[in-house]
């Protein structure tokens, strides 16, 4: 079996959501001192390669501690939509219509994760338009994966399409990398930490290929 691993690295100073912190990791014990190594690590919740619940954009939505295991694993069609430029619509993903037959996750490549640590990162991403957002909750799916900051542009004040996946009970994972890896078909597999009433956690995201 072939894994390829999704995730950024979480670290010091690395890229956040704007008008969030990047994560403070301290070196709280040393196998020299103390005899164990240990970190204290602070960070948001929504830092790196991350899951979002519906926690996140409705007050009383489920947080993923509520959320079965089950529901963050399965099959998943990926989508190079890496040639489009600022609204994808619905006409770009029909075609996707008969693989997601099945499937549980639909990721779209739009290229943004070659970017990662560049200031461009946050800017200029292609977003799905209403309809195509639409178009994919009504094929039923777990969720929603992307490897750009965000499915909204990041000056969204309504977060629209935040609502229509979240509201939809979908998950949505954001900052993947290394989608231009993977064939048009994998088993996602992405799993949050469990942390009482999160919005939101990282995850470590790994595809596995079929042999």
Sequence with gaps: MNVVDLTQVIREGMPVYPGTEPPKIVQATTVEKEGF???LITMFSHTGTHMDAPAHILKDGPTLDQISADRFVGRA?????SDLS???GLSDLERYGDDLKGCDFFL?????SDMWGDAGYFEG???LSTEACEWIVDKGIKGIGVDAISVDPVDSLDLPNHRVFLGA????VENLTRLEDLPSSVTLCCLPLKIADSDGAPVRAVALLDS
């Design 169 to 172: 009970g979908m998950v949505i």
């Design 77 to 81: 069609v990926v989508a190079d939509l």
């Design 86 to 88: 600022g609204v994808i």
């Design 37 to 39: 190594a240990e970190k």
């Design 125 to 127: 991403f292609p977003v």
């Design 108 to 112: 779209y490549r739009t290229g943004w």
